[in-house]
């Protein structure tokens, strides 16, 4: 069964416009944590957050933010105002404190902000 | 901190040979290092868990003497893909833990391999 979910497989939206990228997880531990990375064309991975299992707190970072909601398991991203640079496939990942702390990586979503 | 480097960034190589790829944690110890393949238009797919001066544990279907993974030291581990064939062409990533942070990955630069 696939741990993570990221049921958008491309998406594209017009410059300056709002974009939420959905990431759902599936787990049993009570201690875990949740990743985004971005993956531009050059393809190394780039941190963008974590979040662990206690701390639901929702994150805002310029114009990113974050949804995190244990009642739904999910963890969504929005970009506000999107910008040509923001291009990219977004990775959600859940990493388990029982099962050594490997990665169950989301098939990934691929943004395009089109000028 | 927690910088990964990987080398070669890219290789281009011929069909029956075998080619290495290095992953270095350039600023501290990694006790466990992960490799993972990524085809084109794919998720990162996780091939083995390496941790220092141990046998490498491979994921379900990857072929352990094919893909050989050396985790000599605390910064470094290699993956040699030996008898390369073009179904081996791909995206290779690595990335490393440390002892404090065991949850946390930093991941390298990746290594693009085209095997002609």
């Known amino acids: 069964a696939q741990k993570v979910t990221q049921a958008q497989t491309e998406i594209s939206v017009v410059e300056k416009e709002d974009v939420t990228l959905d990431c759902v997880y599936e787990t049993r531990d009570t201690t875990y944590y949740l990743f985004w990375y971005k993956q531009p064309p050059s393809g190394e991975l780039v941190f963008l957050i974590r979040?662990?299992?206690?701390?639901?707190q929702n994150e805002i970072s310029g114009r990113y933010s974050w949804n995190f909601q244990k009642s739904t398991s999910s963890f969504n991203f929005t970009i506000t105002a999107s910008q040509v640079v923001d291009s990219a496939v977004y990775f959600c990942?859940?990493?388990?404190?029982?099962?050594?702390?490997?990665?169950?990586f989301g098939t990934g979503t691929s943004l395009t902000v089109i000028p | 901190g927690a910088v990964v480097s990987q080398h070669p960034s890219w290789v281009i190589c011929k069909s029956g040979t075998s080619v290495k790829i290095e992953c270095r944690s350039l600023d501290f110890q990694a006790t466990t290092m992960f490799w993972y393949r990524q085809f084109p238009k794919q998720s990162l797919m996780l091939m083995a868990t390496?941790?220092?001066?141990?046998?490498?544990?491979?994921e379900q279907g990857v072929e352990k003497d094919k893909f050989l993974i050396n985790h000599a030291s605390l910064t470094l581990s290699t993956l040699t893909v030996t008898s390369a064939h073009p179904e081996d062409s791909s995206f290779y990533i690595c990335s490393a833990t440390t002892p404090g942070l065991p949850y946390e990955q930093y991941f390298g630069p990746g290594t693009r391999l085209t095997v002609t």
């Open positions: 390496s941790n220092e001066g141990s046998k490498a544990t491979y």
């Open positions: 990942a859940l990493s388990e404190a029982n099962t050594g702390n490997q990665f169950y």
């Open positions: 979040r662990n299992s206690f701390d639901e």
